[in-house]
Every structure is written in C-alpha cells, then in structure tokens.
C-alpha cells in the first residue's frame, strides 16, 4: 500500500471512529433527556391524578385510569405492592411512559404518549447520520489532499534520487520540493549528500587523472633506458614490468577520460559476425566463437573491440579454458570454466584495483571497468553473472539502431 493511501486510510478510519462515537454519545444523551422529560411528566400527571382521587374519589387527568387492563404487568406488581413507579412500554397502540401508584380500589396509572418523542429521536439520528456522513467526506477528502502532496513531493525526491545514483550527482532535490516541512529537510540532506559526492568524485577523477598524465613523462624515459638496455634476461624482466606499467598508465588515463563523460561514439554500420571474428584475431587467445545471428549493427567498432578485447582477456586471466564467445543476434556472451566471479562484483560491479577475489588471480581491475565505461558510452548492456554448471558468464547487449 502507497503512502497516499496509507494516510488517506488512516484518516478515514479515525474520523470514522470519532464520528461515529460523537453521534453515538448524542443519540444516548437524547434518548435519555427525552425519556427522563417522559417519565417526569408521567410522575408530575400521576401525583395530581393521586391527589384529585383522594379528594374526590374520581379519577380525572388526561391518560389516568383505574386498573388499567394494558398497564405493564412489572408496574402493575410494583403498585400492588404499595409503591409508585414509572416505566416505558411498548404495547398495540403504540409506545409509552407509563406512572402508577397504589389507592384503594386497586392501582391508579396515568399514560404519556411517547410517539412523538421517539419521532423527535428519530429525526435526530438522520442529522447526525448526515452531519457524520459529511464529517467523514471532508476530513478524508482533505486527508487525500494532504497524503497526495506529500506522495507527490516523495516520489519526485525519489526520482531525483535515482537520477543521482545512476551517476547524476549534479542534481538537486530542493529545487523540485518546496516546503518547510520534515520532506523539505530530507531533500536539502539528500541535496549535501549529493554535493559531497560529486565533489568527491570530481577529486577521484582528476587525481586519477593528474597522476597518470604526472607518470607519462618519466615512463617515456623508462621506456627509451629500457630500449638502450644490453640484451640479456634482466634487461627482458625490466621492459616487461616498464611495458605493465605503461599499460597500467594507459588504462587510468582511459579511465580517468570515460569518467569524465568526455567520450562520444563513433558509430557505423558494421556486421557483427565479423566484426567478433576480428576482435578474437587482434587477441591472440584461444578462443571458441559460436555465430547463431550476426546480424549487421550500428555501433563503435573500436569501443567494441575494447569491450570484447578485455572480456577475453579477463576470462583468460582470471578464469580458466576453454573460453566461448557465443553470438545471437546483438547479445554477446563470454563465458570461462573458472571459478566464476566474486559475490562482491556481482553485488557492486566491477571496482577499479579490485580483482575481488584470489582465486580469480591478479591484476589492477580496470579491463572490466573500462568494459563497463565503453559499453555505457555506446549505449550496450553489461552485466555479469555466474553460469549455472560454473564458470563466469559476461552478457553484452547490444541497443537497437
């Protein structure tokens, strides 16, 4: 249930309650005053009638009567008895307070019609039925108003939310919420939340960048010493770590450019099949390729090769053979026989210098990062997932043209 009809529902039930206890309370309280009116009227008529019988021996007074054959058969014992009392009854004729008292001859009763009482009662219940009826309407329709203003408001914080954790971070809630109010207070926390975050990756991301534009120039030297080197195995061991470390560079200065948003795509209409074959060529690695569909799409062809380029390389390093690359239609699937990825990347995706697991080898965990990066910036789907009789399994979809 929504928050609008949550508060809209527990509107309705407590003015429900109230109204129905208030109208409840006033129908008691006016069938009280209305019998207790009866009865004193009853009693009032049956002391004169009393009075004008002991003088005169007759009985006289509207309603009196002597030995009343409808008189109730409680009060008529009361009276009998050799005491007086009041009671209300219901008989053929209609509804009654009856009064009697005893005198010689028997039981002297006098009767007060109370037709037009309960009539009085009875008008009563339908104002306070309408008036409750009309109670309840406005309070739930302003509770409705109410519920909807702050749903509204919620869901718009809600979306803006989303937007800053699909990588928005310049977005401000308290420019779409007004108010003064505890949803106002939530939207400016959000608001510093969402500047602390985007200031905080800004830093990331030039000090990525200042460092790998920094290591440039003094890795340009080490490659050159490297080349002048005598030929022998340490001189084979330093260019291979200079040529790691250049590689590492180039992949920060990637990453540092793909966070930054300053890529656009190149697009062309290539065929897929052969664009795949070439990709698993430019590898070197062994490679099982399965075509179902390659149809013809409009995608980059060089951030393709990357994407598929550092899949492969990372089912080969991480995993273990044989590696397929399966193709239907525009979904790409790579897939090893390791152990499959960590549950921490399935959880977060992939995190830069984070392999994740020991198990999956070493490694400065930017291929599937940049993955990632490129697969955004041409508009394809990457997720990562574990096949089911082992093995990690990366999905590349590719968008419609």
């Known amino acids: ?81 050799g005491r007086q009392g009041s009671m209300l009854a219901t008989d053929g004729t209609g509804e009654s307070m009856w009064a009697a008292g005893p005198v010689q001859q028997g039981v002297l009763s006098v009767r007060v019609d109370f037709t037009q009482d309960r009539q009085a009662i009875a008008d009563l219940d339908r104002i306070i039925l309408l008036t409750v009826v009309a109670a309840v309407f406005t309070t739930v329709l302003a509770g409705v108003l109410v519920a909807d203003r702050i749903s509204r408001r919620l869901r718009t914080a809600a979306t803006a939310a989303r937007g800053i954790a699909a990588g928005g971070t310049d977005t401000r809630i308290g420019e779409l919420v007004d108010g ?97 074959h070439r990709t698993v060529t430019l590898t070197g690695l062994d490679v099982t390729v399965e075509v179902a569909d390659g149809p013809r799409v409009r995608t980059d062809l060089r951030r393709l090769d990357r994407i598929l380029g550092n899949l492969l390389i990372n089912a080969h ?51 599937l990062t940049i993955a990632t990066g490129h697969a955004r910036v041409i508009g394809a789907a990457l997720t990562f997932t574990n096949h089911p009789d082992g093995g990690a399994l990366a999905t590349l979809t590719l968008p419609p043209d």
């Open 1 to 81: 249930m929504t928050l609008r009809r949550q508060i809209a529902t527990a509107v309705a039930a407590i003015s429900v309650l109230v109204a129905v206890a208030v109208g409840l309370l006033v129908h008691r309280a006016m069938i009280r005053q209305h019998v207790d009116q009866a009865r004193a009227t009853a009693l009032t008529a049956l002391e004169s009638s009393l009075t004008g019988y002991g003088r005169s021996g007759e009985v006289a007074g509207r309603g009196a009567a002597l030995n009343d054959p409808a008189l109730p058969g409680r009060l008529r014992t009361l009276a009998t008895g």
């Open 180 to 276: 003064k109010d505890e949803v106002a207070d939530l939207a400016a926390a959000v608001d510093l939340m969402s500047r602390t975050l985007h200031r905080r990756l800004a830093d990331e991301q030039r000090f990525t960048a200042d460092v790998a534009h920094e290591l440039r120039t003094p890795l340009t030297g080490l490659v050159t010493a490297a080349e002048l080197l005598p030929p022998g195995r340490p001189t084979e061991l330093v260019r291979n770590r200079v040529q790691a470390l250049r590689g590492l560079v180039e992949d920060l200065l990637e990453v540092s450019r793909l966070d930054a948003d300053a890529e656009a795509p190149d697009l062309s209409a290539i065929p897929l099949d052969r664009a795949v």
């Open 317 to 367: 390093r991480h995993g273990a053979a044989p590696v397929h690359l399966h193709v239907d239609g525009r979904r790409i699937t790579v897939r090893d026989h390791g152990p499959g990825y960590p549950d921490d990347l399935l959880r977060h995706g992939p995190q830069r210098f984070r392999t994740n697991a020991p198990e999956r080898g070493r490694g400065h965990g930017l291929g």
